[in-house]
């Protein structure tokens, strides 16, 4: 409860249980517990430190203190002294190691960004007033930037995760799927259509309307995503469809459905209303998902940036090296930089 972070069954500590019971002597020869973005740091600098966004997300911080639960740690069976110092986003780690500063022929100092990627992600939201934000990819990561942790009983029962951000901010968000299934229909269909044909497909099947729950675990590796889609609509007493322009418009408006689902949660616990959306990452150029999120939700959609996790990491690094000042500083600039597309509902 005090980490704070949703039952996801790939977290770390379920990783890390899955060693100590299976295989105790890998974690009895471990020295450190570097998650990847630290290891590459630690080649880098030599340095051995754990960064705080990604450490938040495997289930082993407190929520409230931001260091290791050594409690936690303890009742795992697990050595709470191969975890290292918590570093937050923003920390000067060190120069290169000499080496490599050789071989390469220059030195330079690193800089910790948000190495968890939704969180450099979400610090390129382009708003400065309080919005909900879709981290869109292959996952969806949809929820609101907030001052401290939202850790009551109905953030628990609807699942919801509070993952670290930049300057102790939390990302308070639920994980849902994403645009893996349409990456899964792609590749059944021999990768004949493009992203943009099966958004073009979609709109000819404008007449198609089963959906599917796309959270169903059914859905993370079927053997035929097509298949498995047209599957379940038959046992839930839909069409199923039968066109690759039924099935991406099934999956587009299945996701807009559950973006609608976890808006009205996260409107439910904060107790008030949300009007703008902004659509982040790769997702984003979906612009019938785009419009679609703003048809079902009613609220203002704003699409944009595209890479919005490498704009975070540089962000990250500026406002250390004080060329920014501030966040909002900082978004101002992204707003200023990259285009921004907005979405409103289209009355029918």
């Not at 929820?143 to 109905?154: A, D, S």
Request: proline share 5%; hydrophobic share 40%.
């Amino acid at each position: 409860f005090e980490t704070g972070i949703q039952f996801q069954k790939f977290n770390t500590i379920y990783q890390l249980y899955y060693l100590k019971k299976n295989h105790p002597e890998i974690l009895d020869k471990a020295k450190s517990f570097l998650m990847i973005p630290d290891y590459l740091n630690f080649l880098l600098t030599g340095v051995k430190a754990n960064e705080y966004t990604n450490a938040t997300s495997t289930q082993l911080v407190n929520a409230f203190t931001k260091q290791w639960d050594k409690e936690l740690i303890e009742q795992l069976g697990i050595n709470p002294s191969m975890f290292h110092e918590i570093k937050p986003p923003k920390t000067k780690l060190g120069p290169m190691r000499k080496e490599l500063a050789e071989e390469f022929g220059f030195d330079m100092e690193v800089i910790l960004p948000a190495t968890h990627d939704t969180g450099s992600a979400v610090l390129s939201v382009p708003s400065a007033n309080e919005t909900i934000y879709l981290s869109s990819g292959t996952w969806s990561l949809i929820g609101v930037e907030n001052r401290f942790p939202i850790c009551v009983p109905k953030a628990m029962d609807y699942n919801f995760t509070n993952e670290g951000g930049i300057d102790y901010r939390f990302r308070f968000l639920k994980n849902i799927m994403g645009l893996w299934i349409i990456q899964e229909v792609k590749r059944n269909y021999l990768d004949h259509y493009s992203f943009a044909d099966f958004v073009d497909l979609a709109h000819e099947a404008g007449h198609f309307t089963s959906k599917v729950e796309v959270d169903d675990q059914r859905f993370l590796k079927p053997e035929n995503m097509v298949e498995e889609i047209r599957k379940y609509c038959a046992e839930t007493d839909q069409v199923p469809p039968s066109t690759p322009g039924e099935v991406a418009k099934c999956v587009f408006d299945s996701l807009a459905d559950r973006y609608k689902q976890a808006i009205r949660q996260i409107e439910e616990i904060f107790e008030k209303e949300f009007s703008t959306i902004n659509v982040i990452g790769g997702g984003c150029q979906n612009e019938m998902l785009n419009q679609l999120i703003a048809d079902s939700t009613g609220k203002e959609v704003l699409a944009g940036p595209v890479e919005a996790t490498a704009i975070g990491n540089i962000v990250s690094q500026l406002l250390s090296l004080e060329e920014l000042d501030n966040i909002n500083q900082a978004r101002s600039l992204i707003r200023r930089s990259f285009p921004i597309k907005q979405y409103v509902k289209v009355s029918v």
